[in-house]
């Protein structure tokens, strides 16, 4: 049998990078798939058939978590379309990078809606089904930074560090319900996004990792796997970073 069977997973930003390696591994997994995309799609599109040639249930929602209202909306879609959400995966996320010196208010609020108040957001409106079923698993998408900071990045570090945070008090409150909220701690992980960076940088960025490679989409979808699944289902509160050993 595969590890996510019979489950349904609402993910967030799938359409590419770590948020669509998660989509596929999960629908490998035997999960049935609702995702999240803001504005791509004709990638939505492709995604959902791609999705479906798995033997699995797949559709798209342009979505944004950021927006409470949005939020509340699309869990009772995906509810109403496939009878449960068993897993929550809070995976967009956005970066503006900037010295403190130079950052713009409206960069920090922007970074900080998108990231964390959408993790709030989303949780929120999976909780009370969630409640219902007594079963759960919520994960969510941190990074190394939100663990040591990095210059350039307050916005996104305190983003990423309020993660942490609201995941383990929802673990606390949840526990007795049978809801585990555990966080993933990804490090440099090749996507789209870094594809764009001079090779000097990432050669400097693989050296310094103890594992000397960058990580891939698969390599975050399998943590995520084996937190969804009932493999670690005495596993809440917790923070997996998936970073090859940079952090130690």
Do not use: H
């Not at 945070?165 to 789209?192: C, D, H, M, W, Y």
């Amino acid at each position: 049998m595969k590890l996510l069977e019979n489950k349904t997973a609402l993910i967030t930003g799938a359409t590419r990078g770590i948020g669509k390696g998660i989509a596929e591994v999960f629908a490998k997994q035997g999960a049935n798939v609702a995702f999240t995309y803001s504005s791509s799609v004709d990638a939505a599109i492709a995604l959902e058939k791609e999705l479906e040639s798995y033997g699995i249930k797949a559709k798209g929602y342009q979505s944004n978590a950021a927006n409470f209202d949005a939020a509340q909306e699309l869990a009772a879609e995906v509810l109403k379309e496939f009878g449960t959400i068993d897993i929550l995966i809070n995976n967009a996320g956005i970066t503006k990078d900037n010295l403190l010196m130079r950052i713009s208010e409206d960069d920090f609020d922007k970074v900080i809606e998108v990231n964390l108040k959408s993790v709030f957001n989303l949780t929120k409106a999976v909780i009370r089904p969630m409640m219902k079923q007594r079963a759960g698993s919520i994960i969510n998408m941190s990074s190394v930074v939100g663990l040591k900071g990095n210059a350039g990045q307050s916005n996104y570090a305190a983003s990423k560090a309020g993660i942490i945070g609201f995941s383990k008090s929802i673990a606390l409150e949840l526990g007795s319900r049978n809801i585990r909220s555990n966080v993933i701690a990804p490090g440099f992980i090749e996507t789209e996004m870094t594809a764009s960076l001079p090779e000097d940088t990432v050669k400097e960025w693989r050296n310094s990792i103890p594992l000397k490679r960058g990580g891939t989409p698969e390599d975050i979808a399998n943590a995520c796997v084996f937190l969804a699944s009932d493999m670690s289902s005495y596993i809440t509160g917790q923070t997996l970073s998936v970073d090859g050993g940079m952090l130690t």
